[in-house]
């Protein structure tokens, strides 16, 4: 609950001063540089208030979240995935390893191979085996993705 309320103070402090103070002015085309980090911190504040609501609501109604919810697992036991879950160094750096690669890929080889690559990886890592499914996949969401940057916002793709 304090974590929550941490973030709320803290996301309301970004979106009332420091995005509105240090966020470069707008050039007058395109989505300005302001909408990526006001979209972020917003959807962090809802989680936030929403975290918030459900554990006021849990301790006004005396029903107490699960012991799955609210413990931290034991070792071994169970499925390992609760909401207060141990770190899985593997499981991190599966997707990490894939997000370094695709920001140095996109400065020397370009937005669309690097990130065709990345999907193709990040498939791949997280148990995905069917490669008709994989590359297409991959290629309508890159194709969405450069559209909506390219004709949506009016921006260049990142990269050469």
């Known amino acids: 609950m304090l974590a929550n309320v ?3 103070l803290v996301s309301v402090l970004l979106l009332t001063w420091a995005i509105p103070v240090y966020t470069p002015a707008y050039p007058g085309y395109g989505a300005s540089p302001a909408l990526v980090p006001i979209v972020a911190v917003g959807v962090m504040l809802v989680m936030a208030l929403l975290a918030i ?3 006021t609501l849990a301790i006004k109604g005396n029903t107490p979240f699960s ?3 609210s413990t931290y697992p034991d070792e071994g036991g169970g499925s390992g ?3 207060v879950g141990r770190l899985d160094i593997v499981h991190l750096a599966k997707f990490m390893v894939p997000a370094a690669l695709l920001v140095i890929g996109i ?4 937005y669309i191979p690097s990130a065709l690559a990345f999907l193709l990886l990040l498939q791949f890592l997280v148990g995905a085996r069917n490669w008709i499914k994989i590359v297409i996949l991959a290629i309508i969401t890159v194709a ?4 909506a940057m ?3 916002f009016g921006v260049p793709v990142p990269g050469n």
């Not at 400065?107 to 370009?110: D, F, P, S």
């Not at 969405?144 to 559209?147: G, K, N, P, W």
């Open 67 to 69: 012991e799955e919810e």
């Open 144 to 147: 969405l993705m450069y559209a």
């Open 6 to 8: 941490v973030i709320t």
């Open 107 to 110: 400065g020397t080889i370009g």
């Open 150 to 152: 390219r004709y949506g």
């Open 81 to 83: 995935f609760t909401q």
């Open 53 to 55: 609501i459900r554990t």
